[in-house]
């Protein structure tokens, strides 16, 4: 039972253009969000977070939204550019379980010049 | 510093043969997670140490598979016999736990097999 959903599998931006990467959850309980970004033969890296206990996270170029009434969190880059090129996995954690991951499928992204 | 640290990186068997992979955490991370990457998949737990401890090893096969972080600090995974279905990239994480953070991952060992 995939308790993260990633719905789309990819997403094609032009270069300077805005990317949303959208993320649904179904479990309640999580209470801890995070977007992780993979290049091909490695592994995930940590790229933004975001607590319940807020609505927008933002660090440069990357915002989470995080909407708990609709159980959506987004991903939002601008300018997009194409070393953004890669496979955005969102996770959610428990906090008081001892923060495992409960990844979605991913979306692979592709930022055209 | 330097990452979490896998190998091999890749390894092809033939079913019914064991593997083993193992995995380096960064330095004073005492949590340590395996997880299992499926084609096309996100990565799913298999396993959560706290130092020396599994804590969560729910999503184990444990029929055929086995883990251990000898003096909390190294890790490995071992499958015993491998099955085609095994074939997939598994991933090792470590953490510094007690607080919320986020997991350093590492690049990861593709096992194929035939």
């Known amino acids: 039972d995939q308790q993260v959903k990633q719905n789309s599998p990819s997403l094609s931006v032009q270069e300077g253009r805005i990317s949303i990467l959208n993320c649904d959850y179904t479990n309640s309980m999580f209470d801890y969000f995070l977007w992780y970004k993979k290049y091909p033969a490695e592994g995930p890296t940590f790229l933004i977070s975001i607590s319940s206990i807020k609505d927008k996270n933002e660090d440069g170029r990357f915002t989470v939204f995080l909407n708990k009434s609709a159980k959506h969190l987004s991903l939002h880059i601008v300018p997009s550019q194409p070393g953004d090129s890669a496979v955005y996995f969102c996770?959610?954690?428990?906090?008081?379980?001892?923060?495992?991951?409960?990844f979605g499928k991913g979306t692979s992204l592709l930022v055209t010049p | 510093e330097a990452g979490v640290v896998q190998s091999p990186r890749y390894k092809i068997i033939e079913k019914k043969q064991p593997v083993a992979f193992w995995c380096n955490p960064i330095s004073g991370h005492n949590t340590l997670y395996w997880y299992l990457q499926n084609l096309g998949q996100g990565p799913e737990l298999l396993i959560r140490?706290?130092?020396?401890?599994?804590?969560?090893d729910s999503q184990l096969p444990k029929d055929r598979f086995s883990a251990e972080r000898l003096k909390g600090v190294d890790s490995t995974l071992k499958i015993q016999p491998a099955e085609l279905g095994d074939s997939a990239v598994y991933l090792c994480?470590?953490?510094?736990?007690?607080?919320?953070?986020?997991?350093?991952f590492g690049p990861g060992t593709r096992l194929t097999v035939l």
């Open positions: 994480a470590s953490s510094f736990g007690g607080s919320i953070d986020t997991q350093y």
């Open positions: 140490y706290e130092n020396e401890e599994a804590v969560d």
């Open positions: 996770a959610a954690s428990v906090t008081n379980s001892g923060y495992a991951l409960n």
